[in-house]
């Protein structure tokens, strides 16, 4: 079973080696940071038990409030291996009390509604798809079949209009499809080829409400080439003042490492916002690349930057 309490040390020790390789974050030191900057003395031979899995330390309300307070997660999360969404305060733990999903869910969400196209892929489709289906409640039992399908659990497997009956007793589906002979018994080893041909007909029914439903330039607008490339130069052009920005930095960090004694609050300031810088880089490089990719299929233009910063 994973250890989260062990979990966060070592995340955070890492964090910090990154920004120094000489840092050390051991159960020592989350002690000493635990009294001084929330003001929770934690023993250290109760820490090291901690870690070590032993069922005879007492998981109290000082030491949840103390790792809550230092790490900012929640305390459910810590004691409950259930629990996927760790952060106590901030957007996604409003989402997921909300809805239920996990912090890897709503990241992969909100990345579907911040992308366009990557390596071809057009995130923008997925998040559209999603929002035509659970725009109504009743169309979600898309996702139990695909859910039985997956994990082959039929024990509660609920009613599907014509394509699906209740189960009785766990080692047996009752299904009723009519192309797979209407009110059967079929062994649980057979019932997969069942759920997925209900999914299927799921499929034909979204395909012929998509037909009916969507507008007739549905595909059709596509982007001007020039407008294009006036979004690839401006992106460019943010990507060269991100890339001065990373730079000088860079140089404050060099400058401060060589400073005696170090200050270290600082320099993590400084690594956190270089490490910000690269990531904005990274998006803006990104976004180059969707443009340019969307360019080269619509328009089949390849697109190349010359050394004087000029649209090819």
């Not at 952060?87 to 733990?93: D, E, I, K, P, S």
């Not at 009390?97 to 995130?123: E, M, P, Q």
Request: glycine share 4%.
């Amino acid at each position: 079973m994973e250890n989260r309490f062990k979990l966060l040390r070592e995340e955070e020790e890492a964090r910090r080696k990154d920004i120094n390789p000489k840092a050390k974050f051991g159960q020592k030191e989350l002690c000493e940071e635990l009294e001084k900057t929330c003001g929770f003395y934690i023993k250290l031979s109760k820490l090291k038990k901690l870690e070590a899995g032993h069922l005879d330390v007492k998981i109290d309300e000082e030491l949840l409030l103390a790792y809550k307070k230092f790490f900012g997660v929640s305390t459910d999360w810590l004691i409950d291996i259930s629990v996927e969404t760790r952060q106590v305060v901030g957007n996604n733990a409003m989402v997921s009390s909300i809805t239920g999903l996990t912090d890897n869910a709503i990241n992969t969400l909100s990345l579907l509604k911040s992308k366009k196209y990557v390596n071809g892929n057009h995130f923008g489709y997925a998040l559209h798809t999603l929002n035509m289906i659970l725009d109504n409640y009743e169309n979600t039992n898309l996702f139990e079949l695909i859910y039985h399908y997956l994990f082959g659990d039929y024990t509660e497997m609920g009613h599907y209009d014509e394509y699906g009956q209740s189960v009785y007793d766990g080692s047996q589906v009752f299904v009723s499809d009519r192309f797979l002979a209407n009110q059967m018994e079929i062994n649980t080893e057979y019932v997969d080829a069942a759920v997925l041909h209900m999914i299927t007909k799921q499929l034909d029914y979204w395909k012929d409400y998509v037909k009916e439903k969507r507008p007739t330039n549905y595909g059709k607008l596509l982007p001007e080439k020039n407008t294009l490339l006036k979004q690839i130069e401006d992106k460019e052009h943010n990507k060269d003042e991100l890339q001065e920005k990373l730079q000088w930095l860079y140089s404050l960090m060099e400058a401060e490492t060589k400073k005696t004694p170090v200050n270290t609050e600082r320099l993590i300031e400084l690594a956190e916002s270089y490490r910000s810088m690269e990531s904005a880089i990274e998006l803006t490089q990104r976004s180059i690349d969707e443009f340019a990719y969307t360019l080269k299929e619509i328009y089949h233009y390849d697109y190349e930057r010359t050394d004087a910063n000029e649209i090819t």
